[in-house]
């Protein structure tokens, strides 16, 4: 079991390539998730995108990274360009926009437009990210479930 919450009004577009996530993954309202593509003489080639565990990637979030690896906290209204890797246990802060093809190093607190390196997570991130997600998951209470019927 997978163990992740994807809420209300998130597109998920795994019908043009593999997108794949790890355990505890938290994607909130409004958040669309698609694979990069690239442009070559032959056409237009998709590339999948991988998601690591404990990531919480917060509402109205644009992605098309190509790797967001554990412990990764994506703030509100923040877009991953095509391409992009996010290494592990960094914080994007809110509003900020990752370039295409770029690559933030571990423990990475990232902030801007375009997004630049503005300091460092502390040692302990992979332990708060790993708390964070789990109370998230195990507090989650969903909304309008909609009801089974049969005629």
Do not use: W
Not at 2 to 19: C, P, S
Not at 24 to 45: D, E, H, L, M, N
């Amino acid at each position: 079991m997978f163990q992740n919450i994807v809420q209300k009004d998130v597109v998920i577009r795994g019908d043009l390539a593999a997108i794949r996530s790890g355990r505890f993954c938290i994607i909130r309202k409004g958040t669309i998730i698609r694979p990069s593509s690239k442009k070559f003489s032959k056409g237009v080639t998709l590339f999948p995108v991988h998601i690591g565990d404990h990531v919480m990637i917060e509402e109205d979030c644009v992605i098309s990274a190509a790797q967001i690896c554990s412990f990764v906290h994506i703030g509100a209204g923040s877009v991953i360009g095509g391409s992009a890797v996010l290494k592990e246990c960094c914080r994007v802060l809110p509003g900020s926009v990752v370039a295409a093809d770029s690559v933030f190093p571990p423990y990475s607190t990232i902030a801007g437009n375009p997004a630049r390196i503005i300091g460092q997570e502390p040692e302990c991130t992979e332990d708060l990210m790993t708390e964070a997600t789990k109370q998230y998951y195990d507090n989650f209470q969903p909304s309008n479930v909609p009801k089974a019927s049969f005629a």
